[in-house]
């Protein structure tokens, strides 16, 4: 039972209850210790008697009654009081007892302690009552109530004074057994109520995530119940969807690696078959086998290297050594180096870097960012358009952007511009070459990560896009 959530809240519940009723139980028993409210009941019971046996008395000894038949009504009365003595004022004794083994006539009745606190409403003014500790060490509460028409006798209507067990037990016992079994159905409903509101849907997110282990990531579970289970929900939602974007991305990847594997392997296994068949007999012919094997080889090590080069950098392996760089120089390095293929292609590529913007990286991967990013930004500018790299100061961080006149970039796919493999407008998405693996951008996001720094693009249809990476600024030297 405890393995359930039901079955916990229930013995909590449980355990809750008992610990508050034995609390209120020990303070009512030690208020029934300390307290003379459990001596009120009991008094004002014998100041009843009192009252109405005395009426009886005096109407018999009125109509000429004799000891015999008072003493008849006395030993009656004693079926209510426990037991009913009859005290000579004069002496201070005892001359009649209703018990008969044990009496104790000619015994003193002196002494009798009234509780200070106490008052009793039905009691006359001069009546006696409160504890008598008689000789044996027994305690009595004793109630009477003098009156003229007795002359000398005083009568006493007596009973065991109860104990503060004996008072809990009357009266507050049974409420407290009643008070348990309300709250133990109120625990039970409430356990039903609340478990039912919690889980229920981590069932269905149970459910859920079975399904998910199966292969269905589709999976989504409704946000209802308490606020932590609704966060929980909306996390299990948050994860299916991650779960089902990675196990997409990761089928893409290998379709995409596949792919851009078969093409050159088909290439190599063409070319190869016509040398090995004769059927490339001509000088040109094998020299152009030779040069397309040779390519298409050193494109598959480029794209072996460059997944190697992704895998180090999202598992943190890569090392890299930090020194103070100086971004404008390593832009102008780029530009030198783009400048030959921009020309070829009638683009203009701009430089507008000044020297002494410094930042804390590694040069050769900080060149390998830029030179990604002019690469990808020359490949999609069009004959005629223009490149640009400019770099410039912002606060604590030094900015570095490359901006091109390309065919720009529809909002609906700038967030997925940075994943591997992802190529936009696939019809053409190899650029001018043909050539391009998808991975240069996920290598730049990796690369900028690695460099504490950030990267982001913006683009219009139509006008280009510009990338720009944000590294942080090197500390002043002193």
Not at 82 to 107: H, K, M, P, Q, S
Not at 371 to 387: E, F, I, M, Q, R
Not at 442 to 466: C, F, K, Q
Request: aromatic share 6%.
């Amino acid at each position: 039972m405890m393995r359930t959530l039901r079955g916990r809240l229930l013995w909590s519940y449980i355990v809750v209850i008992l610990a508050a009723l034995l609390f209120i139980a020990v303070t009512l028993f030690g208020f029934a210790t300390v307290s003379d409210a459990r001596l009120l009941s009991p008094l004002e019971r014998l100041s009843a008697i009192s009252r109405t046996n005395q009426r009886e008395l005096i109407e018999l000894w009125g109509r000429g009654a004799g000891g015999e038949e008072l003493q008849v009504l006395l030993f009656s009365t004693a079926d209510q009081a426990e037991r009913i003595l009859v005290v000579d004022t004069g002496a201070e004794e005892i001359v009649f007892d209703t018990a008969g083994n044990d009496d104790w006539i000619g015994d003193r009745l002196t002494g009798v302690q009234q509780p200070q606190s106490m008052a009793l409403t039905n009691a006359a003014r001069g009546s006696i009552f409160g504890t008598f500790i008689h000789s044996d060490g027994s305690r009595w509460l004793v109630f009477a109530e003098p009156n003229i028409a007795l002359g000398r006798a005083l009568i006493f209507y007596a009973q065991p004074e109860p104990t503060a067990g004996e008072f809990f037990r009357e009266f507050f016992l049974q409420p407290l057994i009643v008070a348990g079994v309300l709250a133990l159905l109120l625990a039970v409903l409430l356990a039903a109520v609340i478990s039912r509101s919690v889980s229920g849907p981590l069932r269905t997110m149970a459910s859920a995530a079975e399904a998910i282990a199966r292969g269905d990531y589709d999976q989504r579970v409704p946000q209802k119940g308490p606020e932590e289970v609704r966060r929980v929900a909306e996390s299990f939602n948050s994860m299916a969807a991650q779960v089902k974007s990675s196990q997409q991305a990761q089928r893409d990847f290998v379709a995409n690696v596949s792919h851009d594997l078969r093409t050159p392997l088909t290439a190599i296994s063409g070319w190869s078959q016509a040398l090995l068949d004769g059927a490339a007999e001509l000088p040109e012919d094998r020299q152009r086998a030779a040069e397309t094997i040779h390519d298409e080889a050193g494109r598959m090590a480029r794209l072996v290297n460059e997944l190697l080069e992704l895998a180090r950098l999202e598992s943190g392996q890569l090392q890299m050594t930090k020194q103070r760089v100086d971004l404008g120089a390593v832009l102008a390095d780029v530009h030198r180096g783009q400048l030959p293929r921009a020309r070829a292609r009638q683009i203009d590529l701009t430089l507008d870097a000044p020297a002494g913007l410094t930042v804390m990286g590694d040069p050769d991967r900080i060149v390998q960012i830029f030179t990604n990013l002019a690469d990808n930004a020359l490949a999609y500018t069009l004959p005629g358009g223009s490149v640009g790299l400019l770099a410039r100061v912002d606060g604590d961080w030094v900015e570095g952007s490359v901006s091109d006149t390309g065919p720009g970039i529809p909002e609906e796919e700038m967030s997925r511009v940075f994943e591997r493999f992802y190529r936009l407008e696939k019809s053409r998405a190899r650029g001018e070459t043909g050539r391009g693996s998808g991975l240069g951008l996920a290598i730049v996001r990796e690369l900028v990560a690695a460099h504490n720094g950030r990267i982001n693009v913006s683009s219009e249809v139509g006008r280009g896009s510009t990338f720009k990476v944000r590294l942080p600024k090197a500390p002043t030297v002193a």
